[in-house]
């Protein structure tokens, strides 16, 4: 597991704006499964479980960097400034939806310029080559920016896996490459996918840092990922870190983990909520009372609220416009 230096570390107000930012992407995660069981939305990748990790690599990263997230990246996407509102707008399929112009399911597919997200793709490890893509573009002009990477443990299996990481390991592309592990690729267990312990095992097969951590503990993730993006601007190149998480929902609104997991694990993961554990951690050390952290959670519940009663209310895309922008 990762050791923490001082310098890797954030201040107290840092640490506050993480936990808002997972207590954020809660609400709209609630939101939307709530929105789907009305009928009023169609789909929800749930991020939970995802969101400790999710903020501490993307709050590791400046704006001046890229994020190259998976299609499971919804806490990553509000610390890069999304809004709750621009979120809302994707899950009903707007006409200003800002993410796919209302052609994808939410964040599923889609690149954001002024945030710097690119390629976010349902192709699973299309996006890690393209990653690789875009670090080496950035070298090639002397950028200086950093690409964070981000995908689960069932796309290290795929052979774009593979290509972007050793791509970006021979060129010493300055990537962190970070494994959101719930150890599930939809119902197929970790286990049927690799003998390895860890993923962060295979780094050594690329010729990289490889650096597993216990990504439901925020403060260690947020320094395992600083030293990373350290290691990466000096121009020592990519590293791959393998974050363990429990995933909290079913792969998606579209499957039911209870024919696969069983209930006795569904309970055991519920333990490893990472805002649980985060709040727990904020409050051990008197940096936010058990009355701020619940106000925190329903002010963002009722803005979530607020923004898909909004959201539902924009013009939908016009029929015109169906083929705006679709290439194939
Ligand atoms: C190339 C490709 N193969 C299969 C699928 C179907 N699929 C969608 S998500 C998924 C599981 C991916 O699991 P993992 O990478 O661990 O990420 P997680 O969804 O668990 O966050 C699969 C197999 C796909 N979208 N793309």
């Given amino acids: 597991m990762a050791t923490t230096t001082a310098a890797d570390k954030a201040t107290r107000e840092e640490y506050l704006q993480l936990h808002g930012w997972m207590c954020m992407a809660k609400a709209l995660d609630d939101r939307m499964h ?12 749930s991020s939970r479980g995802h969101e400790g990790i999710q903020v501490a690599s993307t709050a590791a990263i400046g704006p001046e960097d890229w994020l190259v997230p998976h299609y499971r990246a919804l806490a990553n996407a509000l610390v890069r400034g999304l809004t709750m509102k621009e979120w809302m707008l994707a899950v009903f399929a707007k006409a200003d939806d800002p993410l796919s112009a209302g052609r994808n399911i939410p964040g599923g597919s889609y690149s954001y310029r002024r945030l710097k997200i690119a390629s976010v793709s349902q192709v699973v490890a299309s996006w890690v080559p393209k990653a690789a893509g875009v670090a080496y573009a950035a070298k090639l002009r002397g950028e ?19 290509e972007g990481v050793n791509f970006a390991a021979t060129h010493r592309l300055p990537v962190v490459f970070v494994c959101e592990n719930n150890s599930y690729a939809i119902s197929v267990p970790i286990r049927l996918q690799m003998l390895n312990p860890n993923v962060a095992d295979r780094a050594a097969g690329y010729g990289i840092a490889g650096v597993t951590v216990d990504g439901t503990d925020v403060p260690a993730s947020y320094a395992a990922c600083k030293e990373a993006v350290a290691r990466a601007r000096r121009g020592e190149g990519p590293t791959l870190i393998d974050a363990k998480i429990w995933r909290l929902n079913s792969h998606t609104s579209e499957d039911n983990h209870l024919k696969y997991r069983g209930q ?5 993961a519920a333990r490893h909520d990472p805002i649980k554990r985060f709040t727990e951690w904020l409050l051990e050390r ?7 952290a619940a106000n925190v959670q329903a002010r963002y519940d009722q803005e979530a ?14 029929p015109e416009d169906t083929l705006k922008n679709v290439f194939a």
């Fill in 34 to 45: 709530m929105l789907v069981k009305q009928g009023r939305a169609p789909f929800v990748g």
């Fill in 144 to 162: 200086g920016s950093v690409t964070l990477c981000t995908f689960g443990d069932g796309a290290t299996s795929q052979g774009d896996f593979h």
């Fill in 286 to 292: 008197r940096w936010i009372t058990a009355e701020e």
């Fill in 264 to 268: 006795e694990e569904i309970d055991e």
């Fill in 305 to 318: 609220s607020d923004a898909a009663d909004w959201a539902e209310q924009q013009p939908d895309p016009s």
